[in-house]
């Protein structure tokens, strides 16, 4: 019913940047919180930013003054700026969005929804 679609992953330099995005489409009503998780093997994967509907913020520690998400309620877009990347920021990022959706009877649910994972490496 919803489908996220991220981009703009990949390979960076220590101190360099990348823009990472996610577009939710489909029987979308309204997106609560929009979201971006990290995951490296042998570990869960954890919230590295997250923005509600009202554009409230949240960001783990250990990316706080280097991240920036922001979003597009009208397009259904989150965005994650990433500067000043460190090796520990590498992993697979995933999307999530907190979906109300319209159902094929005309009814309103809530479901959680996740894109496919995009990589991000940084290394010298």
């Known amino acids: 019913q919803v489908q996220l679609v991220e981009s703009g992953g990949g390979l960076v330099q220590p101190g360099g940047s990348l823009r990472l995005s996610c577009a939710a489409s489909?029987?979308?009503?309204?997106?609560?919180?929009m979201g971006w998780y990290r995951q490296v093997p042998g570990k869960e994967r954890e919230l590295v930013a997250n923005?509600?509907?009202?554009?409230?913020?949240n960001y783990a520690d250990s990316v706080k003054g280097r991240f920036t998400i922001t979003r597009d309620n009208v397009k259904n877009t989150v965005i994650l700026q990433m500067n000043n990347l460190k090796p520990e920021d590498a992993g697979v990022y995933y999307c999530?969005?907190?979906?109300?959706?319209?159902?094929?009877?005309?009814?309103?649910?809530?479901?959680?929804?996740w894109g496919q994972g995009t990589h991000v490496t940084v290394s010298s």
């Open positions: 923005i509600s509907m009202g554009g409230r913020t």
């Open positions: 489909g029987s979308i009503f309204s997106i609560y919180d």
């Open positions: 999530n969005a907190d979906v109300q959706v319209i159902t094929s009877s005309a009814r309103l649910e809530d479901s959680v929804y």
